[in-house]
């Protein structure tokens, strides 16, 4: 039972970071010059789902590659 609870901390935490340096690296284009609006708040709306789902995805695979870097031991 502690195996889920540590499992469960370590998707919340990869997800949370994940989608954090997708938000800085998305910030770091600074779209905002290319994309003239006289209210911003659609675009950083766009910003913000975009680096969740990105996150999201990437942390998705990094933990679906640690799972199964850890059943690999199954094979021998």
Do not use: E, N, W
Request: include cysteine.
């Amino acid at each position: 039972m502690q195996y889920v609870g540590i499992m469960s901390l370590l998707t919340i935490i990869s997800h949370f970071l994940f989608i954090a340096l997708a938000f800085v690296g998305i910030q770091s284009l600074r779209l905002d010059r290319y994309i003239v609006l006289k209210d911003q708040r659609p675009l950083k709306l766009v910003i913000v789902m975009l680096s969740v789902t990105i996150g999201y995805s990437c942390s998705s695979f990094f933990l679906s590659f640690m799972d199964s870097v850890v059943h690999l031991s199954y094979l021998v």
